[in-house]
């Protein structure tokens, strides 16, 4: 039982904080969900479980991982790749295609030096 508790709290604070990340409000948030902006505060505080659904619409609205949000360690990224492909994400397409081009020639320039 005591371990059902830090998974949850743990949940409740990615969700917060994914939440903030994504630049929502928990009334926004909740209205996306269908879902009064108290139930968000009480999903973000640790105090109600969340539904598989519910968990599947919290990782497309804020545009993160199932496994980030449920912190699974076999395929978390590190938080500045999460937060550089969120940013990523909002790029036109033509600067998303300027970027992979610099990142294919930073990552072939270092391949040489080694």
């Given at each position: 039982m005591a371990e059902d508790n830090i998974v949850r709290t743990s949940l409740a604070a990615r969700l917060r904080e994914a939440r903030i990340h994504?630049?929502?409000s928990q009334g926004q948030v909740g209205k996306l969900l269908g879902l009064h902006r108290p139930s968000i505060s009480q999903i973000e505080a640790g105090s109600r479980k969340v539904?598989?659904?519910?968990?599947?619409?919290?990782?497309?609205?804020?545009?993160?991982?199932?496994?980030?949000l449920t912190n699974d360690q076999s395929e978390v990224p590190s938080p500045a790749v999460e937060l550089a492909a969120r940013e990523l994400a909002k790029l036109k397409k033509e600067d998303l295609d300027r970027v992979?081009?610099?990142?294919?020639?930073?990552?072939?320039?270092g391949g040489a030096q080694k």
């Open positions: 994504a630049g929502l539904s598989a659904e519910e968990l599947t619409r919290f990782s497309e609205i804020y545009s993160v991982s199932l496994s980030w992979l081009r610099l990142l294919r020639s930073l990552r072939k320039a």
